[in-house]
DNA sequence: ACCTGAACACCGTTCAAGT
DNA sequence: ACCTGAACACCGTTCAAGT
């Protein structure tokens, strides 16, 4: 549970990277803590981007050696393991709305979606840890509850609630990767119109299979879908 | 389309990493191409997984020097653009079976999600480069043929294959993380646990949350719901 | 107890030089 | 046209040494 080898000290008033000035015996040497470090790395990751978190990175912007770093928290996966206890712990709680099950659950698959693409490289490094069954707990929670609520039995509510978990993680993983790339190398109307079988002969179908998918309606259909029926029966 | 600088011949016999013995000049040099490259690529993935595929590793390999690899396709992620290519051109084609629409599509969901996780280091390097699209159209071609069939219209034909994909890729993403870590570190059951509360007053809850999920099952329920919901209206 | 620089074994990549 | 070694700018990590 312990983070590293050393003690919770609070952190020293920063002095900021410049030496003292006047002093004959400059002050170029900073003292941290444990953490200091897990917290500078989490500030690292939200406003530069987990792969600007390198273990040089971190030791310079604490003014320390590099392998001061290595002292208080281990090495980079132990660090990586703090620094993901930290943002499952800070991970706020779903607001669910609606009266009725079914609306309650599509405004938690959303709000749900709306927090995890909201800090997309916290979820990443989480689920990089393979820790992402904790992040989501929270949630999980409230979902169980609604199924609950909607009288199904146990064996359902489980199956139900990791569907809809399952459902939303894999659609932020991979709208994320979607957005990383510049752009998928060929699109889905090029990749049909290569092959102008598959159905051109029916009505509205290669138009409507030719049209850019909106990943927010893609999302709110499978939801909508996938909520309906586990809800029934 | 073409995948470096240098022509598409074909490959030089391999004479092994050795040089030529008796004669007064070794062959310690040898001569490759861009197919060679790319063919020992995807070889390495295969047979050593993705993490190992390195350019040093790769010009070892080949029995030239590191340098060469970036004359013949330039820089790693040209590389692997090239490696996705091929691996997306030689991905083989879903086996559907069954009568009738849903059994039919079940069965095209649980082999598709068999066929990613059999090569999962190759639909990771392809989701790496942003082309998952591109892996999935043959299957996607096929589910679309199945909605047509059981009467949906152009719209619901779009969003219903795009939902199931989503649905078999994200598990599969999601199976890999779980598989590759040594473990969560805190299972389902120490986090249920941990909050007693949540409908714990119902009876066989507890118990159906706490035990853990198996993957396979939860995989064919989440399936089943989904596709029921498309196919009904 | 805590911080340091030097050093190691890896990466990907560039470049001037060979033939 | 193709292959080479040297070199650079990065990684993570270890270790002996300082105070």
Redesign the interface.
Known sequence: MTVGRGQGADESPARGAGRARGTGRAASRNTISAEAVVETALQIVESEGLERLTVRRLSEKLSVAVTSIYWHVGDKDTLL?AVADRIVSRFGRLTVSGARPRPRLESAARRLRAMLRDQADLVALV????????LL?PAR?QI??EL?DAGL???E????A??IL??V???V??DR??E???????T?EE?WLA?A???AH????????T?P?DAE??FR??SS??I???LTK
């Open positions: 393991d689920h990089g840890q393979g820790r992402t069954a904790e707990q929670r169980t509850r609950v039995d146990g064996q509510v489980a199956l139900g990791q569907a399952n459902h993680i894999g659609s993983l991979l990767q979607m990383r790339q510049p752009a998928q190398r060929r889905p990749l092959d079988e598959a159905g029916r009505p509205g179908i290669m138009q409507a299979l049209r998918v309606r893609q259909y499978s879908r996938l309906s029926a586990i």
